[in-house]
């Protein structure tokens, strides 16, 4: 099995190296890649990037490989900041949120021809997650998803025989875990908190979206959305949701998920769902679908190697993207990171049980609607649900006023 990998390893570097020429006169090139913590533990990442800069640069003895690690705060007045001054890095790992406003800018190169080779072996969600106006923008290296994870026990106790698999369903058990004292749902109002991983899952499964399909208005408050506001607060009321609903966060550790004061989160990570074990036992843990409205939806992202207008050594970037993106690489970074593969092709050597049970939402991955303000408006909307929660404005509303900000926002108030 060493064997095989090795040769599929050594064939992937090949490829990577035979793919572009030089982008260089000189006899060597230098690509700067800047990294962030997706692999947490500081001793495990330095350890995994610092072989690939050495299997790398063997395979590759004409290019200089500086994979320079950042934090995540202030990623994007950095990214931006390069950007602009034309300098920092070649490649840098971004998410779709973050690429239009670059693409728009014309500070980032598509990328089309990095994966065009083997396009079919990827997700198909995670390319158009990073396309903008019919061209690709990232190569796609990890995929991030969510999931509802649940208290098989408090389910039981309560008499509910089948785990909800929809909002309907979700809401018709509410009473009786109320009953035990239990609410259904352990929702963080928070604003502090990524709508992507509270209101929005909800707003997606009812067919809404955040902007208009122009994107020059906001849409959270149409009929899908006013209903999706509605559901929480139906469940509020049935004693569905915890008492400080609107002000806890999603922490599962020492949070009333953990404590056994609600029995389920619609928008987990698989990391919530190991915290989870730890507290109440992994064996009482269960891993579902996306709560299904008119669909299935499950946010997730994928992290993707972006290419600077700026660089130098273009074609030793896009060598070092192909390599990044290759199955075996993409796959060990899977199993160092606890994200996923990009690509059906890849086997994550020594997958926990959890993290498979999680894959099987990949297929319903969303990103969430892409728009170079999206992080304003998240900002702008957060509050006014959090009022609705304390019950200071109804759905309507609270959407409506919410709606009349972001609108300013965009410039069409």
Not at 170 to 194: C, I, N, Q, R, T
Not at 366 to 382: E, I
């Amino acid at each position: 099995m060493k064997k095989a990998v090795a040769v599929g390893l050594a064939a992937a570097l090949s490829l990577a190296a035979a793919g572009c020429g030089s982008s260089s006169g000189s006899d060597k090139s230098t690509v700067t890649l800047w990294m962030y913590p997706v692999i947490a533990d500081q001793a495990k990442a330095q350890a995994f990037w610092g072989k690939v800069e050495k299997d790398f640069e063997a395979a590759n003895p004409t290019v200089d490989l500086k994979i320079d690690q950042q934090p995540w705060e202030g990623r994007q007045e950095k990214v931006t900041t390069a950007l602009v001054s034309k300098k920092g890095f070649d490649l840098v790992v971004l998410g779709p949120d973050q690429i239009p406003q670059y693409a728009q800018q014309g500070t980032v190169e598509a990328v089309d021809d990095i994966v065009a080779p083997a396009k079919s072996s990827y997700l198909p969600n995670s390319l158009a997650a990073l396309t903008v106006n019919g061209k690709l923008y990232g190569v796609p290296i990890y995929q991030t998803i969510t999931a509802p994870i649940y208290n098989k026990k408090l389910f039981a106790d309560a008499g509910v025989e089948k785990v909800p698999e929809t909002l309907a369903e979700l809401k018709e058990a509410a009473p009786k875990l109320a009953a035990k004292k239990v609410a259904v749902l352990d929702y963080p109002g928070k604003p502090d908190v990524s709508l992507n991983q509270s209101f929005y899952p909800i707003l997606w499964a009812n067919g809404g979206t955040v902007f208009s399909a122009d994107g020059k208005t906001v849409a959270f408050n149409g009929q899908e959305g006013v209903a999706s506001l509605q559901f929480l607060l139906d469940l509020k009321a049935a004693g569905g949701l915890p008492e400080n609903t609107a002000s806890k966060s999603n922490d599962i550790e020492g949070g009333p998920l953990a404590a056994g004061k609600t029995a389920m989160y619609h928008a987990a990570t698989a990391g919530m769902a190991d915290q989870l074990g730890a507290a109440i036992g992994a064996g009482n843990v269960g891993i579902g679908l996306p709560l299904e409205g008119t669909k299935r939806v499950a946010f997730g992202i994928p992290g993707a190697l972006v290419l600077a207008k700026h660089s130098e050594s273009k074609d030793a970037a896009k060598k070092l993207a192909t390599y990044l993106a290759s199955p075996e690489v993409s796959g060990a970074l899977a199993k160092e990171s606890g994200f996923f593969p990009a690509r059906t092709d890849v086997t994550v050597p020594d997958q926990s049980a959890t993290a498979k049970e999680f894959a099987k939402s990949l297929q319903y991955a969303f990103p969430g609607d892409t728009h170079p303000k999206a992080r304003q408006v998240m900002s702008v909307l957060a509050p006014h649900i959090q009022a609705a929660l304390l019950g200071k404005e109804d759905a309507k509303t609270a959407l409506d006023a919410a709606a009349k900000e972001a609108n300013q926002l965009l410039g069409t108030g």
